[in-house]
């Protein structure tokens, strides 16, 4: 069932409203040709594909963002077991049979990239081809991602921290606002990293130590920001952090499987990106035999908004090429 709503969003297309999945996912799209699946990452929403859908639009392909299930207009069920890699590909393997799809090009950000990897390697036969921004794809590890992350970075570490049920969701609402404003900045340079690492992953403490309101060194605008406000005060924190309560579970998932990606794949990494840094995507040829690699110098984490043209151009080249 397909039910359109006013948008509240500027310069971005209404969302229709599809059941997909035992959810209700809000689907934003312009354009027609081959289709073109654009899946945000946390703590974002399909608005930040903003600068994106138009151009690929015009370009001559069907572009389509959505927001995942628990975030902006789409369902936010609160179980934290409906939101692992198997329910979250489920998802868009449904929203692509509501639309009458085969297959699509799906493109990621953040953990975005990583459904999209994912939906490579659990649905293959629906993938025509994957774009991800900033995430990289590695083989499964020996033990549980947490296991390892406790003991790099310690258990201050978002990730760790994010296990506690309700406590990170409890801390950000208290004022939304803020939370958008510590974690929306423009990128520091990297001889500036090693002093901020560990405590920089500990968002919990960040955000309860920080009282800043500056508007300078944010990567969009104040009235780009209110949308992700309006978002969150509608659908909560819940959904994002339950996609992190299912990394061990997503590592469980893929034992035994066949981790190749055969489908063409393109990877756009950030020179300043903290978080994911262009070096962790070394090796990925081992997983991905038809790889494209790209890496934007002076970027941060936040690539749709900081280099929206760069990215642009990017993608349109990549898929002229590979889907003309």
Known sequence: MRNRHLGWMADFPPPLMIDANGVSLAVYEEGSGPPVILVHGWPEIAYSWKSQISAL?????????????????SSAPHDKHLYDMRVLTDDLAALLDALGLERAVFCGHDWGGAIVWGMAQLKPDRVAGVISLCTPLHPRAPVPPLTI?????????YFVRFQEEGAPERLFKNDIERFFRMVFRKPVPRDQWPGLIPGVFDLMARF?????????????????????????RQSGFHGGINIYR??????????????????????????????????????????????????LPGCGHWVTWEKPDEINTHLIDWLKRRYS
Not at 149 to 157: A, E, L, P, Q, T
């Open 149 to 157: 992350i406790k003991k790099r970075y310690s258990d201050r570490h």
């Open 208 to 232: 309860e130590k920080s009282n800043e309101l500056r508007t300078d060194d944010l990567v969009l605008s104040t009235d780009d920001l209110k949308i992700y406000e309006a978002a969150y």
């Open 57 to 73: 639009a015009a370009a001559g392909y069907r572009a389509i963002a959505l927001d995942l299930r628990g975030f902006g207009r």
């Open 246 to 295: 299912n990394i061990d579970q997503n590592w469980s998932l893929m034992e035994g499987r066949d981790e190749t990606v055969r489908a063409p794949a393109l990877w756009v990494g950030a020179e300043l990106d903290l978080f994911l840094p262009p070096e962790t995507a070394e090796g990925m040829e081992a997983l991905i035999p038809d790889l494209e690699k790209i890496i």
